[in-house]
């Protein structure tokens, strides 16, 4: 699945279908590919957007999860969405309950699934020497609940940007970011009804992650997927539109 990548002013993203926005925010190694199967199923009654996230592009002062939302907010802003059902993946979940919690007016709903922002075991205690394939695909593959879900294809995008010395730095610099910005204090703040996706197999976000959220989000409900760990919305396709479906399908606004 390919899709047209427009531009507006310095911002890049993939706009698909018509209705009230669904605008996903993927993860910190995420890409476009990360939500192939939840735009086609959505485009038929929304209007899909993600937004090329610049978390290797920023400058290093600005690459934390406070720039990542700026520039999120920013293209909101320029794209004059309104009604907007916010879903983010991993960092992209963390991005997303900042920026409800700074700008809360244009957000309708909150979909978060393995989010960052209360605790995270990233890369663990070490980082990869550059050069490290073998590694680097142990680490893609625990992601997921089923390792052969980490393509050569999805390794060899993360093994090329940990060839790369700036880009490490960079992660490195979100990677610290997303734990320093601590949202235990702030989700009881978030009005908006949530829904909380959560894979059963998760180590990255455990499944305590999913019920710390729920228990601090005031107006949300949570769901575990079993056999499935990181990234719900890549790994149980099927079972993650039902259940996305079905929220939406309550929140979203009666036309005529």
């Known amino acids: 699945m390919s899709y047209e990548i ?3 002013d310095k911002f890049k993203f993939i706009e698909e279908g018509e209705g009230e926005p669904l605008v996903l925010l993927h993860g910190l190694f995420g890409a476009l590919s990360n939500f192939g199967d939840l735009i086609e199923h959505f485009k038929q009654s929304y209007k899909v957007v993600v937004p090329l996230l610049p978390l290797l ?15 999120v907010h920013k293209f909101i802003e320029l794209r004059k969405y309104n009604n ?24 309708k709903t909150l979909i978060l699934t393995g989010s960052s922002g209360l605790f995270e075991s990233a890369m663990g205690d070490s980082y990869p020497k550059r050069g490290d394939y073998e590694y680097i695909k142990k680490k893609t ?10 393509s050569k294809e999805l390794v060899d995008e993360v093994f090329e940007i940990t060839t790369n010395r700036l880009k490490v730095i960079k992660i490195l610099a979100l990677a610290k970011s997303a734990i320093r910005t601590n949202l235990s204090d702030d989700l009881k703040k978030i009005k908006q009804p949530t829904l909380l996706i959560w894979g059963n197999n ?3 976000t455990p499944p ?19 056999k499935c760990g990181h990234a719900p919305m890549m790994e149980v396709p099927a079972e993650f539109n039902v259940l996305l479906s079905a929220f939406l399908q309550k929140h979203v606004s009666v036309t005529f």
Do not use: R, W
């Open 6 to 8: 427009k531009q507006h």
């Open 57 to 71: 592009d920023l400058d290093i002062f600005h690459t934390t999860v406070s720039g990542l939302q700026n520039y």
């Open 84 to 107: 907007i059902h916010l879903l983010g993946n991993s960092l992209g979940g963390h991005v997303a309950c900042v920026q409800v919690l700074k700008h809360p007016e244009k957000i």
């Open 141 to 150: 593959a625990l992601t997921f609940y089923d390792p052969e879900m980490a």
């Open 202 to 204: 998760d180590t990255i």
């Open 208 to 226: 305590f992650v999913g019920k710390e959220f729920h228990q601090l989000i005031p107006n949300s409900e949570l769901y575990f997927i079993d």
